[in-house]
């Protein structure tokens, strides 16, 4: 079985910090991926990474930055929280030939920004 | 347009009937499709993929694809209480190669019994 593991499940932080979320998959995934999910907003691609060092911009990657050194992990970073940034963030990984299967994805870390 | 498309509902099904979940999409080169249930507070966990036109089935759940119609579809037979959730379709671009997935926002189906 795919496990994606995310280091937290909730996470309190203040305005202002440098927040890092940690995101590792056992499965020798390509690809690795990073989304928030707000309520009626569905799941927003903030950004994704389809090889080490390698990364690529979501669709709102304002405010994030990413790091992918190691093929197995890929962390988040906000630079400097706001409370905009409050919600579910949930890591996701894929692999395969053809990149043609699903994702998979962790447990999901809430985050709130006081 | 929204690439992918889902009526949110919610769907308001009883216990062990069939419950319909549709989904449409706007990428005709779109090569394979997906289906995630979320409970409430919980992280999708995938449950059906898809690839060729045509019926797929596993256990009471069977995906429908007729990318001639770019729909795909999801049945869920003798629906249970713990059916109810949010299903998500997702769609990957034929011309992504780095296994990038558009979803939907999601359709709420809650099952009564």
């Known amino acids: 079985d795919v496990k994606v593991t995310q280091s937290s499940r909730y996470l309190v932080k203040r305005t202002g910090e440098k927040v890092f979320l940690e995101c590792v998959q056992d499965m020798d995934h390509e690809n690795m991926f990073w989304y928030r999910q707000d309520p009626g907003l569905g799941l927003r691609l903030i950004y994704f990474s389809y090889d080490v060092k390698m990364k690529e911009k979501g669709d709102i990657p304002e405010g994030y930055s990413v790091s992918r050194e190691k093929k197995e992990r890929f962390s988040l970073i906000l630079e400097s929280a706001s409370t905009n940034q409050t919600s579910m963030y949930l890591c996701?990984?894929?692999?395969?030939?053809?990149?043609?299967?699903?994702?998979?994805f962790g447990d999901g870390t809430r985050l709130s920004i006081l | 347009q929204k690439e992918v498309e889902q009526n949110s509902g919610p769907l308001s099904v009883p216990e062990g009937a069939i419950a319909s979940l549709n989904c449409t999409y706007s990428d005709r080169v779109s090569q394979s499709f997906f289906w995630y249930r979320q409970y409430s507070g919980k992280s999708p966990e995938l449950i059906m993929s898809i690839y060729s036109n045509g019926d797929k089935e596993d256990g009471r759940f069977t995906a429908q694809l007729n990318k001639a119609s770019q729909y795909v579809s999801l049945l869920i037979r003798d629906s249970q209480p713990s059916d109810s959730a949010t299903y998500l379709c997702?769609?990957?671009?034929?011309?992504?190669?780095?296994?990038?997935?558009?979803f939907g926002q999601g359709t709420t189906l809650q099952v009564k019994p």
């Open positions: 996701a990984s894929s692999g395969g030939q053809g990149n043609d299967q699903p994702q998979h």
């Open positions: 997702a769609v990957k671009s034929g011309s992504s190669n780095t296994g990038k997935l558009i």
